[in-house]
């Protein structure tokens, strides 16, 4: 739609890029740019400030998608140095996987903000939703792709 917006999809490994790209094809649908980028928050967490900063002073709309299991610091250590908002969406294998992960992107400490969604595709439409409230073409858009789906139901 603009190239006034991006999304930083934040991986805490490479084993991250399968989920993530269920997020990204998804962004591409509604022409929102994004660049997806492999940083731990444990492992190196200079390089993930250093990336924060960079998008701190970007002249646009920003909204993070961060991507990590286990031991969750990168969704809490973006939305602690970034103004922009944060949407988790942690990987995982299977329920008992979901489990562990979503437990440890919920507990994000006080004034780090992260909202977590758990399907990536929601994970799309609510960065839609976040920039089409600055972006009339997107949310025209966005009002087109519900009357849609309303329409798909039988009253």
Known sequence: MTD???VPVLLGSEKDKDWAKK???ELDKWNIPHKVI??????VPELLV???REYNHFDGKV??????G???????CTAGSSFHPVIACPPFADKDDMMVNINSTLQMPSD????TVLDPQNVAMCIVRIFGLSNPALRKKYEEHVK???????I
Request: overall charge positive.
């Open 148 to 154: 849609k789906i309303k329409a798909s139901f039988k």
């Open 23 to 25: 997020i990204t094809d």
């Open 112 to 115: 780090t903000p992260v909202l």
């Open 4 to 6: 006034s917006m991006i």
């Open 38 to 43: 492999v940083v731990s928050a444990h492992k």
């Open 50 to 52: 250093e990336v924060i």
């Open 70 to 76: 286990r031991s969750n610091g990168l969704s809490g």
């Open 63 to 68: 909204c993070y998608v961060t991507i990590a």
